[in-house]
């Protein structure tokens, strides 16, 4: 099992998560919700990978690997991803991703490309 990547500095997230990817503030506690991508925000999601790691191997999963990154989050057209920010601790509090469906790609069968389109659960959320 690998180790698990440092945390990112504060200061790196913070210059990633800019006014355009800012979705809107919570009703409530003062939080933001950002949309990125692992193309727009590169460091935020090496986060959200690190995070998913330590939240899965404490409920006795997780991928062994330092980060949980998988082909979804960094293909073409990748997964967007609904990041929950507390501008006061500077921490990511919570995410989910997803994908609209005019997004959704095909492979050479026909098949949709989706980390919902097989048969395991999908634990990428947190």
Known sequence: MEEIIAPISKEILKAELTEDK???????SHNEIYVITYRDSPNVMKEI???REIAFRAAG???GK??????????????KQ???WNPEAEEILGGYRYLLGD?????????PLLATATCLISRRSF
Do not use: A, C
């Open 22 to 28: 800012r979705l809107r503030f919570t009703n409530k």
């Open 49 to 51: 990978g690190r995070l």
């Open 61 to 63: 999963g997780g991928t």
């Open 66 to 79: 330092s980060m949980d990154i998988d082909e979804y989050d960094i293909m073409e057209n990748p997964y």
């Open 82 to 84: 609904l990041v929950v």
């Open 103 to 111: 997004e959704v790609q095909f492979d050479e069968h026909g098949k």
